[in-house]
């Protein structure tokens, strides 16, 4: 009789200890995926950089060069004019 109750408290704390073990798996998967959730969004974040300055570069050249262009054509045009 009194083993019976040793084994039942024993059985007890072994199914308390297997749930807080299954419960601290739980939270270290759910840290993970946040952990890497931040990861794509770091990457994601750097990447719209770039491309952004990338552009912004391509966009200030082309209009460097269109205004080069118009200039040329208004200069031209001027010392056609004379």
Known sequence: RL??????VYRGYL???SVENLRLERQ???LALVF???CATEIERAWRGYCG???AERLRR????FL???RRQE????EDEF
């Open 3 to 8: 083993a019976a109750i040793v084994q039942r």
């Open 15 to 17: 199914g308390r200890k």
């Open 28 to 30: 270290k998967a759910a």
């Open 36 to 38: 890497l959730n931040d």
């Open 53 to 55: 300055r990338r552009d």
């Open 62 to 65: 082309e209009m460097a060069e």
């Open 68 to 70: 080069f262009l118009l």
């Open 75 to 78: 200069a031209a045009a001027e």
